[in-house]
């Protein structure tokens, strides 16, 4: 029975595994985290297509039937380039975001934030322009969140005012949605909520990017038959690292996590 | 002419350089920043190992004939393994900062900070307790530095109140002197400094481990004869955005800087 891939530069990706557990409980999970060379945000585009073929090879290795790049700033640089590269279906988390995001949106202003990787490439813009011409982006890098998250720095005086800080453009530009362009920033909902207001819709990919999922293993009749699926977790540094911060992602804890080289 | 070579995982290694620099104005520089898959911080001793021996495999392709090795993270996991693999003679940043710490010291309370990796490894408090077994050494890891030194935060509220957070356990142990065992670190000296107050010694190893370079390169006879050094700059990714922070730890722009794939 051939697997579902999930691959991010680290733990992050984990939030849309939790997703697809919920959505497809009956597929098995192959995951690859790349924490050896974690983060991407601050990498290169041409250094991070080189990393997700990698990854992806890895994957297909493990004889998976989709791969999913869960990994905004991976969606962003290589997604574009290499989606065609291989038979094996490829989703990324942009696309099932921006149609969220364009969809939720009434006065037409949606806030992007991310990475400097994933802001710096404009996907997000490109995206939802292509679906709505007419739209105002307004975008955001946010350097400080992924280490606030793997921290566990979630709240408190500190991440607040940094949060204030980053989010100063989107909230003076009146957007009424943001999409949460980074799969570490869901962690820190409660407080970006309380920055924009209550009334800003927060869009956290991961559920679309399992319904995405979803209606392509449909489409192309690749549903598991069996029940109850497996999941195997694979990262290529500290396993154990891995594993405590998965708790915080995934909601459970974490066991058997194998270290691996990709390369 | 054979070149001193110098690695760091990223920009930090520079704070070395511009020491080399000053100190032996006639030798050549090769420096390699494996930007690439920086930071080395979070990486498990294991991958630290493997990333030190290809950089200084790449390096000994430069035909140097002197290894320093400007990341404390990689002299704390990787030194005490590798050390006697190579003809060249390798020299790390911790012994220099502990021979400077241990000089400096009155009361014999030492601190130390630094990465998550150094801090596990112990290699601090090793040597420490090698030179004085009576030292007395007070460690804090303090994994917002690098993001902060890399986002320009070195001053203000947020930064402020995030030092004072770390470093309360030294404060709290009363240390007279505190080695900042990172080469992100010297920048955020103000503030640091500003917090322990202005009696404590801060030890930036950079000085001390350019001497220890110029006792090595006269005890085995290894001085360039010729007039006027020349630097040349590797990384494995981004050589902009390297060229850009170089300004911040050199003091002076960076032009040239050259990608290479060093594994």
Redesign the interface.
Known sequence: MKSIGVFDSGVGGLTVVKELIRQLPNENIVYFGD????PYG???R??VIRFSIENILFLLKQDVKLICVACNTASSFALPVIKNYFRAPIIGVITPGVREAVYASQNKRIGVIGTKGTIKSRTYETEIKQLDPKAKVVTASC??FV??V??G?LSG??VL??VK?YLKPLKDAGVDTVILGCTHYPLLKPVIQQVLGKDVVLIDSAKQVACEVKKILASEDLFNRGKGGKNTFYV???PE?FSGLAQRFLGSPLRNVKKVNNV
């Open positions: 924490t050896a060379r974690v601050i990498k290169s041409e250094t350097p400080l280490p606030f793997e921290e720095w005086e500190v005012s940094v800080s290529s540094d500290n690292w």
